[in-house]
């Protein structure tokens, strides 16, 4: 009851003129920097950090609220539309969100993303009112052996588990884990494949290689295929802005799932919400392949629906961790911490006894901030959808010249325009010739990570490996998988002996032809 009585209070403060037009500018600066491509959410709070200065922290940090939810936004609407997410974390949702908008369903794909964006941001502010502390507690359960767990789970289940190929799927992977080694070795200190360049100490930036994997990937990947299909498929309707019933029965329970699984990793330092985002899609993916029509690769509702509320939700519950033990868990949080010490203060514990009107505030403009977005964006979908009518020359050559600009202005270097079309080029082959872009991703995310966790674990038990399964959550993680692993080669080998069974009955040609694809794999 006490969390509810400071929770109207801080409503109490957010709603008054003032700051609720700190709110709405926050939104609308947000979505409009989460637009650009190589920008994003985590850029737009930077961004913005210079301009909240002159205001007092209350004000300040309310804008804040608008900011951070409104760059998640607009990081899916690049995303969906031009296969451009702004950030990492709306990956996931774009594979099968630019799906839709191709097919004439963007304004359904932005209301999906914008419903599952409010679902999981607000169930998971719920949670951090009432739970903040003991939320944040299981943050400590994690060593080094965990992390690794974690990023084995996410490297498997997306390339073996939820890819139609598992030697394509484990193809990119590798190709994203050698990318991934790029830089200065964070514990011995020594450059790995950097050919001497100052530059690439640092690695490859991860929105140069989103930005060229992507959206210069898709630039080449549409200019290649220029004259053989129909120019006219982009101008299509852009799709109803309500969804059907069947697309909210489709939807729903895939907005619970990514708010259940986003929810968790809000509270642990992994570096945002790319795994949770992956490990919703990839769950979604699953579950459809065993209906009678799967939609996945065509453009699947709950495919879009599913990481967005978990993107989300991780975002909020970040936050949680972020006010109850002073712990950044993403980029955006680093940012907003920064901010506190800014103005003098220091989250964590304490931070509820000293600025309890600033706590409780931030804490009511999450739901303000989320209310605020969904009247702003619902209505407006069809006409960010709009941009899909633009002729298509002109469409993908702005898409470029966003894309360059947006990593040229992330870190001023001439390398990285040349690492991005050579990351582009590396994107269109893979499209060529059907290698997923998912695990490639996911690889390039957590494959630092999965190392340094690695050698950390062994460097703490002096290189005795049975410390990589000696706590029960690296247990149920690897068991998990294997079961994971088991079931998804199960569905396809029974999935196989079905066609064949099928094929079989037709005789002649036909069963031959089932016959021999059968003995070839």
């Known amino acids: 009851m006490e969390s509810l009585a400071n929770l109207g209070d801080g409503f109490a403060t957010v709603l008054t003129p003032i700051n609720m037009l700190w709110v709405l500018i926050g939104a609308v600066l947000g979505t409009a920097v989460g637009v650009l491509p190589g920008l994003g959410s985590a850029m737009a709070v930077a961004l913005l950090l210079p301009v909240t200065f002159s205001l007092d922290p209350i004000g300040a940090f309310i804008m804040f609220a608008g900011?951070?939810?409104?760059?998640?936004?607009?990081?899916?609407?690049s995303g969906i539309l031009m296969n451009t997410p702004g950030n990492s974390t709306a990956i996931a949702g774009t594979i099968e969100g630019h799906k839709m908008a191709t097919s004439g369903r963007a304004a359904q794909a932005l209301a999906t993303s914008a419903i599952g964006a409010f679902i999981g941001g607000i169930i998971a502010s719920i949670l951090v009112v009432f739970f903040a502390p003991r939320l944040a507690e299981l943050a400590t359960l994690f060593g080094p052996a965990e992390y690794l767990a974690l990023a084995v789970f996410a490297f498997v289940a997306i390339s073996a588990v939820v890819t139609e190929s598992v030697v394509r799927g484990l193809g990119a992977l590798a190709i994203g884990l050698a990318i991934s080694v790029v830089g200065i070795d964070g514990i011995s200190g020594a450059s790995r494949f950097t050919a001497g360049v100052p530059e690439l100490f640092d690695g490859i930036d991860i929105v140069v290689i989103t930005v060229g994997l992507l959206a210069l990937g898709e630039v080449f990947s549409v200019a290649a295929r220029r004259g053989s299909r129909d120019e006219t498929q982009l101008l299509r309707s852009t799709g109803r802005l309500w969804l059907s019933r069947r697309e909210l029965r489709a939807a729903a329970p895939a907005w619970l799932r990514g708010t259940a699984i986003g929810i968790p990793f809000g509270i642990i330092p992994v570096g945002g919400?790319?795994?949770?985002?992956?490990?919703?899609y990839g769950t979604e993916k699953r579950l459809d392949s065993r209906r009678k029509s799967p939609m996945f690769g065509r453009g699947a509702i709950q495919g879009v629906a599913g990481p967005e509320?978990?993107?989300?939700?991780?975002?909020g519950t970040a936050m949680g961790a972020l006010l109850a033990l002073g712990l950044p868990t993403s980029a955006t949080a680093a940012i907003l911490l920064a901010a506190f010490r800014q103005y003098g203060l220091q989250p964590g514990p304490l931070l509820f006894d000293r600025a309890p009107d600033l706590v409780w505030a931030l804490l009511a403009s999450f739901f303000v901030g989320m209310v605020v977005l969904l009247i702003l964006n619902l209505p407006f979908a069809p006409l960010w959808a709009k941009l899909l009518k633009v002729p298509r020359h002109y469409l993908y050559a702005g898409i470029t010249v966003f894309a360059m600009?947006?990593?040229?202005?992330?870190?001023?270097?001439?390398?990285d325009l040349?690492?991005?079309?050579?990351?582009?080029?590396?994107?269109?082959?893979?499209?060529?010739?059907?290698?997923?872009?998912?695990?490639?991703?996911?690889?390039?995310?957590?494959?630092?990570?999965?190392?340094?966790?690695?050698?950390?674990?062994l460097?703490?038990?002096?290189?005795d490996p049975s410390i990589l399964v000696s706590s029960?959550?690296?247990v149920t993680l690897y068991v998990v998988l294997v079961i994971a692993v088991a079931g998804a080669a199960f569905t396809k080998i029974r999935a196989r002996r079905r066609a064949a069974r099928g094929g079989g009955g037709g005789g002649g040609a036909d069963g031959a032809a089932v016959a021999r694809e059968k003995e070839n794999a």
């Open 67 to 77: 900011v951070l939810f409104g760059g998640l936004f607009g990081d899916s609407i």
């Open 273 to 280: 919400a790319e795994v949770p985002t992956f490990l919703a």
């Open 309 to 315: 509320a978990a993107g989300n939700a991780t975002a």
């Open 405 to 415: 600009l947006g990593v040229y202005a992330t870190s001023s270097k001439i390398l």
């Open 418 to 457: 040349a690492l991005v079309t050579v990351i582009g080029l590396i994107g269109f082959l893979m499209r060529r010739y059907g290698l997923p872009v998912a695990p490639m991703l996911i690889a390039i995310i957590l494959g630092p990570l999965a190392e340094t966790e690695f050698r950390r674990a």
């Open 459 to 463: 460097l703490v038990s002096e290189g």
């Open 472 to 474: 029960g959550i690296t």
